[in-house]
C-alpha cells in the first residue's frame, strides 16, 4: 500500500530585489522529506515565520508564482503536477488556513462554507451537510447568517474546520489551528483533530506550539532553517527526552517550562544567513569534523529519521 | 521601590470598560507574571501601566509618585512582535542606541553579535529582533519592566534564553518584572507570584 501523501526533497526559494537591483535567493524549505498516512497525524513543527506555511501552499499548489519549486508532492503514489493539484484541492485534500483573515469579511458565513455554485439541487445538497457539520461543532442556526466580523475567535476557528469537511477529504492540511486562542478553545479545537484522525483522515499539523504538536500528533517532524531535522515518533518527546536523537530537538524539549527549562547557548540564524554544513552545527555541542563542510543527508537511526553526522543514541 | 496601579478604570467605547478598578503592586526585587485569556485586556492593562494609553482613571505611581512624563520614562514595555515596534529604515544600531548604548559585556550576554548592529531589521530572525528589544529596554534609568508576551512568538530554545538573562540582570539592578503570557508553565518558573488577570480586573 502507498503512502497517502508524500512528499520528497522538496525545496522553495524566492528571488527578492534587496539593494536597487540587485537580487538575492532567499531558500525557505530545503530539501524537505516526509510523508503521512491516513488515520495519522503528522505535525511539522518549525519557528514563527520559518515559511512553513508555504509547504502547505506548496501541496495545494497556491504559492506565489515567484517561488522556485524543486522535489516531487505524491498523492497515493501519483506525482501532483499543476493540474492534479487544482482537481485535488478542495476535494480530497482541504485546508484549514491559519487565520481568521482567511474568511472573506463581506460574505455570511454559511455562503463562503458552501462555496460558489450555480445548481439550484446541489447548492441544496450542500446546505444541508453545511447545517449538519455546523450542528456536530455546536455552532448555531443563527451563525450561517453571521459576517465574519461577528465571530468570536473560537467560533471562527470552527467554522474555517467545518468548511474545510464539507467535502469528505481524505488529507487535512492545518496551518497554526490553535494559536490566538484560550485554553478551553485550543483544548475543543485539539478534540476536533484527534476525532478527524480517527475517522480515518490523514493530516498535515503545521505549528509552532510543541504542546498542540505533542497532544494531536502521532509523529513530529522537527524543521530547523527550513531543513527537515528529525521525523520522530511524538512518543519519544517524554521523560528527559533520551529518545530524541538530534542535538536540537533534545534541546528544544529539555527548554520546555514544564520540563527543565534548561539553557542551550546559541540562536537560530535568519534566512539570510544559513550556514554551510549541517544548518544546526554553529550551536551544537556534539559537532564532528564534516558538519562544517558536509550536509547531512536524512537517514535512519532506531526508527527515527535523522540529519545528523553524531546523533544521540544510547541516551548521552 | 513599588509600582502601583491603583484602581485603574480604561474604555475604548463608552460604556463598555475593559479595565475596571485594577490594583496592581510590584516589588522591584520581584517577577510578578499575570495571566489571562485572549482579549481580556492584558494588554491594555501594560500600556496604560508604561505610559502608552494616557486617559484612564486611576493612578500609576512608583514610591506613591507620579511619574513625570517629560523625561526618560522608567516602566518600558517590551512587546510580542519586535518587529513592529522598530523603525524598518534604521540599521539596528541607530535602533539600539535610540535608547542607550549598552556595554558589551551586555551585549555578550544578551548573545547580540556585533555584525547585526550594521543589519536591517528586516534581515534578522525573530528571536533576534527580541534580544534587542529586550537590551533596548534596558536602559540604566529604567526601573519596572513590562513583558507582554515577550516569548510566544519563539521557540523554547530561544524563550530559555531571553528569560535567563532578562532574569539576571533585572535582579542584579534591582528591576522590577511584570511578565504577562497565557503560558501557565513558562510563569510557574519565572515568576514569584501569579495574579490571574480576571480576578484582579473588577468587570
Given at each position: 500500500?502507498s503512502?497517502?501523501l508524500?512528499v520528497?526533497?522538496?525545496?522553495?526559494?524566492?528571488s527578492q530585489?534587496?539593494?536597487?537591483?540587485e537580487?538575492?535567493?532567499?531558500?525557505?524549505l530545503?530539501d524537505l522529506?516526509?510523508?503521512?498516512?491516513?488515520?495519522?497525524?503528522?505535525?511539522?513543527?518549525?519557528?514563527?515565520?520559518?515559511g512553513?506555511?508555504?509547504?502547505?501552499?506548496?501541496?495545494?499548489?497556491?504559492?506565489?508564482?515567484?517561488?522556485?519549486?524543486?522535489?516531487?508532492?505524491?498523492?497515493?503514489?501519483?506525482?501532483?503536477?499543476?493540474?492534479?493539484k487544482?482537481?485535488?484541492?478542495?476535494?480530497?485534500?482541504?485546508?484549514i488556513?491559519?487565520?481568521?483573515?482567511?474568511?472573506?469579511p463581506?460574505?455570511?458565513?454559511?455562503?463562503?462554507?458552501?462555496?460558489?455554485?450555480?445548481n439550484?439541487?446541489?447548492?441544496?445538497?450542500l446546505?444541508?451537510?453545511?447545517r449538519?457539520?455546523?450542528?456536530?461543532?455546536?455552532?448555531?442556526?443563527?451563525?450561517?447568517d453571521?459576517?465574519?466580523?461577528?465571530?468570536?475567535?473560537?467560533?471562527?476557528?470552527?467554522?474555517?474546520?467545518?468548511?474545510?469537511?464539507?467535502?469528505?477529504?481524505e488529507i487535512?492540511?492545518?496551518?497554526?489551528?490553535t494559536?490566538g486562542?484560550?485554553?478551553?478553545?485550543?483544548?475543543?479545537?485539539?478534540?476536533n483533530?484527534?476525532e478527524?484522525k480517527?475517522?480515518?483522515i490523514?493530516?498535515?499539523?503545521?505549528t509552532?506550539?510543541?504542546h498542540t504538536?505533542?497532544?494531536t500528533?502521532?509523529?513530529?517532524a522537527?524543521?530547523?532553517?527550513?531543513y527537515?531535522?528529525?521525523?520522530t515518533?511524538?512518543?519519544n518527546f517524554?521523560?528527559?527526552?533520551?529518545?530524541?536523537?538530534h542535538?536540537?530537538?533534545?534541546?528544544?524539549?529539555?527548554?520546555?517550562?514544564?520540563?527543565e527549562?534548561?539553557?542551550?547557548?546559541?540562536?537560530?540564524?535568519?534566512y539570510?544567513?544559513?550556514?554551510?554544513?549541517?544548518?544546526y552545527?554553529?550551536?551544537?555541542?556534539?559537532?564532528v569534523?564534516?558538519?562544517?563542510?558536509e550536509?547531512?543527508?536524512l537517514?535512519?537511526?532506531n526508527?527515527?529519521?535523522?540529519?545528523?553526522?553524531n546523533p544521540?543514541?544510547d541516551?548521552? | 521601590?513599588?509600582?502601583n496601579?491603583?484602581n485603574?478604570?480604561?474604555?475604548?467605547?463608552k460604556?463598555k470598560?475593559?479595565?475596571?478598578?485594577?490594583?496592581?503592586?510590584?516589588p522591584d526585587?520581584?517577577?510578578?507574571?499575570?495571566?489571562g485569556?485572549?482579549?481580556?485586556?492584558?494588554?491594555?492593562l501594560?500600556k496604560v501601566i508604561s505610559?502608552y494609553?494616557?486617559?484612564?482613571?486611576?493612578?500609576v505611581?512608583?514610591?506613591?509618585?507620579?511619574i513625570e512624563?517629560?523625561?526618560f520614562?522608567?516602566?518600558q514595555?517590551?512587546?510580542?512582535?519586535?518587529?513592529?515596534?522598530?523603525n524598518?529604515?534604521?540599521?539596528?544600531?541607530k535602533?539600539?542606541?535610540e535608547?542607550?548604548n549598552?556595554p558589551?559585556?551586555?551585549?555578550?550576554?544578551?548573545?547580540?553579535?556585533?555584525n547585526?548592529?550594521?543589519?536591517?531589521?528586516?534581515e534578522?530572525?525573530g528571536?533576534?529582533l527580541?534580544?534587542?528589544?529586550?537590551?533596548?529596554?534596558?536602559?540604566?534609568?529604567?526601573?519596572?519592566?513590562?513583558?507582554d508576551?515577550?516569548?510566544?512568538m519563539?521557540?523554547?530554545?530561544?524563550?530559555?534564553?531571553?528569560?535567563?538573562a532578562l532574569l539576571?540582570?533585572?535582579k542584579q539592578?534591582k528591576?522590577?518584572?511584570?511578565?504577562?503570557?497565557?503560558?501557565?508553565?513558562l510563569?510557574e518558573?519565572?515568576?514569584?507570584?501569579?495574579?490571574?488577570f480576571?480576578?484582579?480586573?473588577k468587570?
Open positions: 500500500m503512502k497517502l508524500e520528497e526533497k522538496l525545496s522553495i526559494s524566492f530585489y534587496f539593494k536597487g537591483l537580487q538575492r535567493e532567499l531558500t525557505v530545503s522529506t516526509m510523508d503521512v498516512d491516513d488515520h495519522e497525524i503528522l505535525a511539522v513543527l518549525g519557528s514563527s515565520g520559518s512553513k506555511s508555504l509547504l502547505a501552499h506548496a501541496i495545494l499548489g497556491i504559492l506565489p508564482t515567484n517561488a522556485k519549486v524543486s522535489g516531487s508532492i505524491r498523492y497515493k503514489g501519483k506525482e501532483m503536477d499543476d493540474e492534479l487544482e482537481q485535488l484541492r478542495g476535494n480530497v485534500i482541504s485546508f488556513p491559519q487565520s481568521v483573515n482567511n474568511l472573506n463581506l460574505m455570511k458565513v454559511k455562503d463562503q462554507a458552501i462555496g460558489y455554485t450555480n439550484e439541487e446541489e447548492k441544496q445538497k446546505m444541508k451537510k453545511q449538519e457539520i455546523f450542528n456536530q461543532y455546536k455552532l448555531a442556526e443563527n451563525v450561517d453571521m459576517y465574519p466580523f461577528q465571530l468570536s475567535g473560537g467560533m471562527a476557528r470552527k467554522v474555517l474546520i467545518s468548511t474545510a469537511l464539507l467535502n469528505d477529504p487535512i492540511i492545518a496551518d497554526e489551528p494559536p486562542l484560550d485554553e478551553q478553545a485550543v483544548e475543543e479545537t485539539i478534540n483533530l484527534i478527524l480517527e475517522k480515518g490523514g493530516m498535515i499539523l503545521i509552532h506550539d510543541i504538536a505533542i497532544e500528533s502521532d509523529r513530529i522537527i524543521l530547523y532553517l527550513g527537515v531535522i528529525e521525523v515518533d511524538t512518543k517524554s521523560g528527559e527526552g533520551e529518545k530524541l536523537l542535538p536540537y530537538t533534545r534541546s528544544l524539549y529539555r527548554a520546555l517550562p514544564e520540563t527549562f534548561e539553557l542551550t547557548e546559541g540562536h537560530q540564524p535568519s539570510l544567513h544559513i550556514p554551510k554544513g549541517c544548518p552545527h554553529e550551536n551544537c555541542p556534539y559537532q569534523r564534516e558538519c562544517h563542510y550536509l547531512p543527508e537517514r535512519e537511526v526508527g527515527t529519521v535523522i540529519r545528523c553526522f544521540l543514541v541516551g548521552e | 521601590m513599588y509600582l496601579a491603583n485603574i478604570s480604561y474604555a475604548y467605547k460604556n470598560p475593559i479595565l475596571k478598578n485594577l490594583s496592581i503592586s510590584i526585587n520581584k517577577v510578578i507574571g499575570l495571566m485569556d485572549s482579549g481580556s485586556g492584558k494588554s491594555t501594560c505610559g494609553i494616557k486617559n484612564y482613571t486611576g493612578t505611581t512608583l514610591d506613591n509618585n507620579l512624563t517629560k523625561d520614562y522608567p516602566i514595555l517590551i512587546f510580542q512582535h519586535p518587529e513592529k515596534t522598530m524598518p529604515k534604521w540599521k539596528m544600531h535602533v539600539l542606541s535608547s542607550w549598552p558589551q559585556e551586555l551585549m555578550d550576554t544578551f548573545g547580540l553579535k556585533d547585526w548592529l550594521g543589519r536591517w531589521p528586516n534578522l530572525s528571536g533576534e527580541q534580544r534587542f528589544s529586550i537590551l533596548r529596554a534596558l536602559n540604566p534609568k529604567t526601573k519596572f519592566i513590562i513583558a508576551e515577550i516569548s510566544t519563539l521557540d523554547a530554545v530561544t524563550q530559555v534564553q531571553i528569560w535567563d539576571d540582570y533585572c539592578n528591576i522590577g518584572i511584570l511578565a504577562v503570557s497565557h503560558d501557565k508553565e510563569l518558573v519565572i515568576a514569584d507570584d501569579i495574579l490571574l480576571n480576578e484582579i480586573n468587570l
